[in-house]
């Protein structure tokens, strides 16, 4: 199906451990996004990448890595994860400036 | 840096009532707009968008939104809700031409709709 896919959709880990958020979209937009989800700060931008290889950061980028080797994945490692980062993650993609296309999210929880 | 203000949190209203969602957006430079509906446990919806053109922009589900230039705002509005439209409303913004292509989000309204 063509979209925007993210997996898994709820994950609980344990503080410390690393975590990958997987988001993969079928439509070979050049421009990929990461935002988390918070009550009280609505979405905040964690890390954006304009292509393949290309990735800078957002707004709250401490404590996640990404990589996108490929146009269509864009994948976000907490590599340690804290409480603080107990959030909605939402993927999201565009191929222009005139439209973004979200994921359904993935609920994360850290005990 | 752009910036965008919700500025109510919750807005309560009667089912076939008129509602407005207020947005102001701050930016030195010409941006693109958007509105997105979240409905509970959901992903985000695209309701309408301003990128250039009229300033009365019409969306899905019976909203439209005007842009005001001068008053740098972009209020969302409704004739008549209903129970269905309750939700979680986001304003965000773009840059005109920009090379980041990032979404700068505001806070959300929940918008509550009672019988």
């Known amino acids: 199906d063509a979209g925007i896919t993210q997996s898994p959709r709820y994950k609980i880990t344990e503080t410390g451990r690393q975590v990958t958020l997987m988001c993969h979209q079928t439509?070979?937009?050049?421009?990929m996004f990461w935002y988390r989800q918070d009550l009280g700060h609505g979405l905040r931008l964690i890390y954006y990448s304009a292509a393949a290889d290309i990735t800078d950061k957002g707004e709250v980028p401490d404590g996640y890595v990404v990589s996108r080797s490929k146009t269509e994945n864009f994948p976000l490692t907490l590599e340690s994860a804290t409480r603080s980062q107990t959030s909605v993650y939402f993927c999201a993609s565009s191929e222009s400036l005139g439209g973004w296309d979200f994921g359904p999210g993935t609920r994360l929880t850290v005990t | 840096a752009q910036s965008v203000t919700q500025l109510d949190s919750q807005v309560p209203v009667f089912e076939e009532a008129p509602v407005e969602l207020r947005c102001n957006y701050s930016s030195s430079v010409s941006v693109y707009l958007f509105w997105y509906v979240q409905y509970p446990n959901q992903g985000l919806q695209l309701l309408l968008k301003y990128l250039s053109g009229s300033t009365l922009v019409k969306g899905i589900n019976g909203f439209e939104a005007e842009f005001n230039k001068s008053q740098t705002s972009f209020h969302l509005r409704k004739p008549s809700v209903h129970i269905s439209d309750t939700a979680e409303y986001f304003c965000?913004?773009?840059?005109?031409?920009?090379?980041?292509?990032?979404?700068?989000f505001g806070k959300g309204t929940k918008l509550s709709v009672k019988p």
């Open positions: 965000a913004v773009s840059l005109y031409g920009g090379s980041q292509g990032n979404l700068i």
């Open positions: 439509w070979s937009h050049s421009y």
